[in-house]
């Protein structure tokens, strides 16, 4: 966490390490008044969103502050993404102990200056508090769409396609990984572990999905339980078929050997990746998008009238029962 005793303070803190991130945005004021100023451009609607990230709960006690910076804004990143918006800036809210120094927070400042340059996005503003409990970091992100083009969870039409990007069940056999409760090879262990710790946003997908998805979401919380907000929401039945499930080499290792791992795979959380409801007459621009992109994309099922369920179809035929609809953040 960093030993050394804190020397700024707040505003020395704010001076040095926050105030340059905000340069970029005129209406943040170098961060010197209490409030930002966000100008909208024509033909386009403000998204908002916020997410936080709590320690203990969404990253673990020693965790590389650089890693921590990150994942807070990414997971709100993602959230845009699912929207189909492009990144326009964030606030920030920062509580840590008052024993953690100056190198900790510079670290962390340095991370998400790496990110905002990476990904297109500025501070505009913020708070910085002291806390005797653990590390907690709140993100709001604010993103850009065309004009009544934001994507909701509600919106799904029988006969969807359902697509995820990227690969499934990485962060929850990574965090498995962490704790000692699986083993996997040096290699398969490094991807799993970083894809729990550092996610990858996929605003390289929003402005399509914008213009083809009829519903949309990131997975934060399972495959199956996100999957699951969606079909409620729209009011039908979500079937996937589970050989059709996009996995990264090492998790496929892992379920190969231990098949009862599915259940990580799809209620484990903290994928952030995409998942997308989308009409037959859009399924190939949206696939030539991510390749544009060289974003994965992967057709898993579709959608059906039903109940307001998701449905995961093993090889067999038969539905997998899961043990956790999905996992919660509370």
Not at 21 to 33: M, N, Y
Request: charged share 20%.
């Amino acid at each position: 966490m960093g030993t050394d005793p804190p020397r700024l303070g707040e505003f020395g803190r704010i001076e040095r390490f926050f105030r340059p991130l905000a340069a970029a945005l005129p209406g943040a004021f170098g961060l010197t008044d209490d409030a930002a100023v966000l100008t909208v451009p024509a033909g386009q609607d403000l998204v908002v969103t916020t997410d936080a990230i709590v320690e203990g709960v969404h990253f673990l006690p020693g965790d590389p502050p650089a890693d921590i910076a990150r994942k807070a804004l990414r997971v709100n990143l993602s959230d845009l993404a699912a929207k189909g918006a492009l990144p326009l800036a964030y606030t920030l809210t920062l509580a840590i102990g008052r024993t953690i120094g100056d190198s900790w927070v510079e670290s962390f400042a340095a991370a998400l200056g790496e990110d905002q340059a990476r990904y297109g996005i500025v501070l505009a503003g913020g708070d910085s508090v002291s806390t005797e409990g653990p590390i907690w970091v709140s993100v709001g992100a604010f993103g850009l769409v065309p004009a009544g083009r934001l994507v909701r969870r509600r919106g799904a039409r029988p006969g969807d396609g359902i697509f995820v990007t990227g690969t499934i069940g990485d962060a929850a056999l990574g965090l498995r990984l962490i704790r000692g409760a699986l083993s996997s090879d040096r290699a398969g262990r490094k991807l799993l572990e970083r894809r729990y710790r550092l996610p990858e946003p996929r605003l390289g997908l929003a402005s399509s999905v914008a213009e083809h998805a009829h519903a949309a979401m990131d997975i934060s919380d399972g495959l199956a339980a996100d999957l699951d907000h969606i079909c409620a929401l729209s009011g039908l039945t979500g079937r996937v078929e589970l050989e059709r499930v996009p996995l990264s080499e090492p998790a496929r290792t892992l379920v190969d050997a231990e098949p009862a791992l599915w259940q990580a795979v799809l209620g484990g959380g903290d994928d952030y990746e995409l998942l997308l409801a989308v009409p037959a007459n859009a399924q190939q621009a949206l696939e030539s998008a991510a390749r544009t992109a060289a974003i994965p994309l992967t057709r898993i099922g579709q959608m059906l009238a039903g109940d307001g369920r998701s449905l995961m179809i093993a090889p067999d035929g038969t539905e997998m029962a899961l043990a956790t609809a999905g996992w919660t953040h509370a």
